[in-house]
Structures are given as C-alpha cells and as structure tokens.
C-alpha cells in the first residue's frame, strides 16, 4: 500500500482538535485499526486517518515535548492511558498481538499548572484522491 501522506496544519479545515482529555474518542480512533506510518509528529492509521501529537505549551515554564511515536504493524486490540503529569509525562499504550506499545509519550513540566497541561491531538479524517489528483474528504 502506497501512502501519499502531507502533513497535517493547524489551522487546516476538517481536522478536528483532541487533547488528553477526549480517552474515548482517541481509542474509538485506534481500536481495531494499524498504524501503517509514522513521520515526525505523525502517525496515519491504514483506514487513511492521520494523526499529528503536538505536547502543549504553556508559553512559559510548563511545556510538553513529543519523546515517543511509534507504529503497530498489527490490529490494536486495547488502548490504555498512563497520565502522570506530577511525574512528567503522558503515554498512550496500544496493545497487538499480546504485546503492549508505548504509541505516543510527551515528557514536560506542568510548572506552577495554571497555564495547561498535557497534549492535543489534530486528526484529519480519511481521504480519497480522484484521477485528477484532487483530493476529497471521505463522507
């Protein structure tokens, strides 16, 4: 399978915003589903959706950084949060073939906690590209 894979903007109509608050609809996204690519901050699942993990900044003395992003060639099965923001770090866990995968981790600092904390996820649904090259949002 070939990816044609463009990185997803912020500010980029249709995508929609998640942050570490919204568990269910990120395991609705994962269950079931592969991550058949993984570049910089991104991860595209084989349905076609892609995912960009961006640790929140504070603008000051809380920020948090991308450390971990990683692929699962086989069908995510379960989905697990470890959030220990006193302890620095945010992980998404997904589990495949009886072995479990740090999918996503941002280490940081929440600082004095006043001014955020943790990361958002900016996901783009699935799209299909005519034979013109133009490409559409799946319905």
Same mark, same amino acid.
């Given at each position: ?95 495949? !073939? ?12 929440d600082g004095s906690?006043?001014?955020g904390t943790g990361y ?10 005519? !034979? ?8």
């Amino acid at each position: 399978m070939i990816i044609n894979f463009e990185p997803i903007e912020a500010s980029e109509a249709g995508v929609e915003r998640l942050d570490h608050e919204d568990q269910e609809k990120i395991t609705e996204l994962l269950m079931g589903r592969t991550v058949v690519k993984v570049d910089d901050e991104h991860l595209v699942l084989d349905n076609g959706t892609a995912l960009r993990a961006i640790g929140y900044d504070g603008g000051c003395c809380c920020a948090y950084d991308l450390s971990v992003l990683n692929g699962c060639d086989n069908i995510i099965t379960r989905v697990d949060y470890d959030y220990q923001p006193g302890s620095g770090y945010y992980r998404i866990f997904v589990y495949a !073939e009886n072995q479990q995968i740090n999918l996503m981790q941002v280490d940081g600092s929440d600082g004095s906690g006043y001014y955020g904390t943790g990361y958002e996820l900016l996901v783009r649904p699935a799209r299909d590209q005519d !034979e013109t090259g133009v490409r559409h949002a799946h319905p």
